[in-house]
C-alpha cells in the first residue's frame, strides 16, 4: 500500500473517465486498433518494460542501466504497432495472434502536475499465437500518468512491471 | 547417404558433410537432445558470464551449463569461480536468486553453508559429531575450470576439455573486434533478459553463424524502416557479405556498407580512436565498414551488432546484443540477452545503443519477435512422424564452398556470400563430430 499513501483521490466523475479510458484502450489491444490507441497517447508518450529478476531481500542493487523489452516513444510505438496492423509486414502478427487483457484494480490519484492522473492496474493477458493453441498468460501491474490534453485524457507514461522473471512465450508483439 | 537409418550411438552420422543434408531429428528429437548434454554441453566450454556482472568481490549470478544450474562467484578473493549448484550433501540448490553479493551460499534444506569461494563452512551438526569418519575436503562446492577470454568467462566441468584457447583458437581474432577493442573493453547494460523459444537450441546457434537469406524474409519491412535502405540494396549487401568458418564450429559474417555508406556508422566517434591502440590494421579495416557483425561461438554463444533507427529523427547508432541459447528440450530453448558497450562510451550513448537495442533484438523485439516464429513454425514443421524423416537443407554449400576469398584479413575460411551457408554449416559439422566421438 505504500504507493497510495499521501496521495489525493481523483473525484467520482473523473475515477469514471480515467476507468473509460482504461477500458476502451484494453478494447483496442484486443481489436489491434492501434491508429486509435496511438490518438490517445500524447507526443512525448514514454512505455518501458523493464526486466524482472529474482533476488534476496535487499539484494536487488540499483541498476545504472536497465535492460528490458520495451522502451519506446512514440516514434517507436508507431513503427511496431504499424508492423503488427498490416498483414504480411511481421511474421509475428500473420496471422494476428489473439489477445484478452482482463485489467482489474484500476486506483486513480491526482498527479504531481495540474491535470495529470497517476493510475495504477494490474493486468492478465491471455494470449494465442499462431504456432501455439497452448494460451500464454501475461500478468503485470502498470504504472501510468495521464494527461488532460485539450480536454481529453492521454496516456503519458507506462511502466508495466512484468510479473515473470523468464517470459514463456517465443515473443511479446503486443502492447499492455 | 542413407541418414534414415542412423546408428543411435552415432548421431552425427545425421549430419552428411558431403551433400549439405541434415536429418531433422537433429533438431527435434528428445533422444539426439539427451545425447547432446553429455556430448557437448558437459564437454566444452560454456559461456557463462561477463566480467562486468561480476565486477566486485562477492557479486555472484546464477546460470545454466548444459542443463545444470551454476553459480558464477567473485569469491572474495579476487577470484572468478564457478560452481555446480547443488549441496554436497544431497543436491539443492545453495542459491536460488538472480544476482547479488554475499560472502556465503546457504542451502535451504539443513542450512549447510558454503563460502563464495566455494568452500564447506558450516553443517547442520558440528564436524566433530562425524567422529572423524568423513572427508570434509568432499564437502566443498563442485567447481569448474574457468577460462577468461576479453572479459567473457568460461566454464567447463571437463577436466580433459583443451584449455580455453585452444577452445576459442582463431575466433579470438573476431571476438576482439566486439569485445577486445577499447583498453577497458566491453561492459554489460543491465541484467539479461530471458525468454522461452519453441524451438531447438541450435536453430538460434546456426541462425546467428550466421543466416543472411532470413534477414530480408522475415525481417524485410523492419530491416527497410529501421535502416533505411530499399530492399534490392539490402539483398545486394547480404549477398556480397563474407561469411566465415573460422573452425572449431565457431562462425560469423559480415554484412559491409553499400558503396558510399560512412566509415563507422552507428559506432561511438568518442570511442573509435581507442580501436587502433587494440586492433590490428587487418581488424581495423574489417571493423570500420562493417554494417552488420553477427558471431556464434560453438556452442550456444551468439552476438549481433548493427545501426539501426526508429525514428526519422534520429541518426542510427549501434546496438550490442549478445545471448545465450540455452537448451531446455529437443523443442524449446531458452534465450537470455544482453546489450554491452564499449565501457569508454559516454552514458548517453549507452542509453541510446541500450534502447535500441530493447526495440529490436529481445523478446519484444521488432526483428526478435519474428524469428522466434520462424524457429517455432521450423519446430512444429519438423517434430511429426513423417516430419522428423525428412532432412533439411544446407545444400547452398555446394556452390558457396568454390567462393573462398583469398584476400580475407582474418583467420579462418572467408567464403564470398552470408548466402552460402558455408558458416552455419560450420555448426553442425563440429556438432556431429562431437556427438560422433562422445566429447571434445
Redesign the interface.
Known amino acids: 500500500m505504500s504507493e497510495s499513501s499521501q496521495r489525493v483521490e481523483v473525484s467520482d466523475h473523473d475515477y469514471r473517465r480515467i476507468t473509460t479510458f482504461v477500458y476502451d484502450e484494453a478494447e483496442l489491444f484486443e481489436e489491434k486498433d492501434y491508429q486509435t490507441w496511438l490518438s490517445r497517447v500524447t507526443e512525448d508518450i514514454s512505455y518501458q518494460?523493464p526486466?524482472r529478476?529474482?533476488?534476496?531481500k535487499g539484494?536487488q542493487?540499483e541498476?545504472?542501466?536497465?535492460?528490458?523489452?520495451?522502451?519506446?516513444?512514440l516514434?517507436?510505438l508507431i513503427?511496431?504497432t504499424t508492423?503488427w496492423a498490416?498483414a504480411s509486414?511481421?511474421?509475428?502478427?500473420s496471422p494476428p495472434s489473439i489477445t484478452r487483457h482482463f485489467v482489474t484494480n484500476i486506483r486513480a490519484y491526482a498527479g504531481e502536475a495540474a491535470g495529470t492522473f497517476q493510475v495504477t492496474s494490474n493486468v492478465l493477458v491471455f494470449r494465442i499465437?499462431?504456432?501455439?493453441s497452448t494460451p500464454h498468460l501475461f500478468s503485470c501491474r502498470r504504472n501510468d500518468l495521464l494527461r488532460e490534453v485539450d480536454g481529453e485524457l492521454k496516456l503519458a507514461y507506462r511502466l508495466v512491471k512484468m510479473d515473470e522473471?523468464?517470459?514463456?512465450?517465443?515473443?511479446?508483439?503486443f502492447l499492455v | 547417404m542413407k541418414i534414415e537409418q542412423f546408428d543411435p550411438q552415432r548421431p552425427g552420422d545425421l549430419v552428411d558433410p558431403e551433400t549439405g543434408w541434415v536429418n531433422r531429428r537433429v533438431f527435434v528429437d528428445a533422444d539426439v537432445h539427451a545425447m547432446e548434454l553429455k556430448r557437448i554441453f558437459a564437454q566444452t566450454w560454456l559461456f557463462v558470464g561477463h566480467e562486468s556482472e561480476v565486477s566486485a568481490p562477492g557479486d555472484y549470478v546464477t546460470r545454466i551449463m548444459g542443463d545444470d544450474p551454476v553459480i558464477l562467484s567473485h569469491s572474495s578473493d579476487g577470484q572468478f569461480r564457478v560452481f555446480l549448484n547443488a549441496c554436497p550433501h544431497r543436491g539443492a540448490l545453495v542459491c536460488r536468486a538472480d544476482a547479488g553479493n554475499s560472502p556465503s551460499f546457504n542451502c535451504p534444506y539443513h542450512g549447510w553453508t558454503f563460502r563464495n569461494d566455494g568452500h564447506l563452512h558450516s553443517l547442520a551438526d558440528k564436524p566433530e559429531s562425524y567422529k572423524n569418519k568423513v572427508d570434509f575436503d568432499d564437502y566443498n562446492l563442485v567447481q569448474a575450470r574457468v577460462g577468461v577470454y576479453a572479459g567473457l568467462i568460461f566454464a567447463t566441468f571437463n577436466e580433459a576439455a583443451p584449455d580455453l584457447e585452444t577452445h576459442l583458437g582463431n575466433a579470438r581474432w573476431y571476438i576482439d573486434l566486439f569485445f577486445n577493442r577499447t583498453p577497458n573493453g566491453a561492459e554489460v547494460l543491465g541484467a539479461p533478459v530471458k525468454w522461452v523459444a519453441n524451438m531447438n537450441w541450435k536453430y538460434g546457434a546456426i541462425n546467428f553463424a550466421a543466416d543472411g537469406p532470413h534477414a530480408l524474409a522475415a525481417h524485410g519491412p523492419i530491416s527497410r524502416m529501421a535502416i533505411d535502405m530499399p530492399t534490392e540494396a539490402l539483398v545486394e549487401i547480404a549477398k556480397n557479405g563474407p561469411a566465415v568458418r573460422i573452425g572449431n564450429g565457431h562462425g560469423c559474417i559480415f554484412v559491409p556498407g553499400p558503396p558510399g555508406f560512412p566509415d563507422w556508422t552507428g559506432f561511438d566517434p568518442a570511442t573509435v580512436p581507442l580501436y587502433e591502440h587494440m586492433l590490428s590494421a587487418g581488424q581495423l579495416g574489417q571493423l570500420k565498414n562493417m554494417f552488420n557483425g553477427v558471431m556464434t561461438v560453438f556452442p550456444n554463444l551468439s552476438w549481433v551488432h548493427f545501426p539501426v533507427t526508429l525514428s526519422p529523427k534520429k541518426p542510427p547508432v549501434n546496438f550490442f546484443n549478445m545471448r545465450v541459447w540455452q537448451p531446455t528440450s529437443a523443442s524449446s530453448s531458452e534465450i537470455w540477452g544482453w546489450f554491452l558497450a564499449d565501457k569508454e562510451s559516454a552514458d548517453e550513448y549507452k542509453e541510446a545503443s541500450l534502447r535500441l537495442g530493447i526495440q529490436t533484438f529481445t523478446g519484444a523485439g521488432t526483428f526478435d519477435q519474428d524469428d522466434s516464429e520462424a524457429w517455432a513454425s521450423m519446430d512444429l514443421g519438423s517434430r511429426g512422424t513423417i516430419g522428423r524423416q525428412r532432412m533439411s537443407s544446407f545444400q547452398m554449400i555446394l556452390a558457396g564452398q568454390e567462393d573462398l576469398l583469398p584476400d580475407f584479413p582474418g583467420p579462418g575460411e572467408a567464403y564470398h556470400s552470408t548466402y552460402s551457408e558455408m558458416s552455419e554449416f560450420g555448426v553442425l559439422l563440429k556438432w556431429r563430430e562431437m556427438m560422433q566421438t562422445g566429447g571434445a
Do not use: C, H, I, W
Open positions: 518494460m526486466v529478476g529474482v533476488f534476496e539484494q542493487s541498476q545504472k542501466f536497465q535492460n528490458g523489452y520495451f522502451d519506446d516513444d516514434d517507436s513503427l511496431r508492423l498490416q509486414t511481421t511474421v509475428a502478427e499465437r499462431s504456432t501455439s522473471p523468464v517470459v514463456q512465450s517465443p515473443n511479446l508483439s
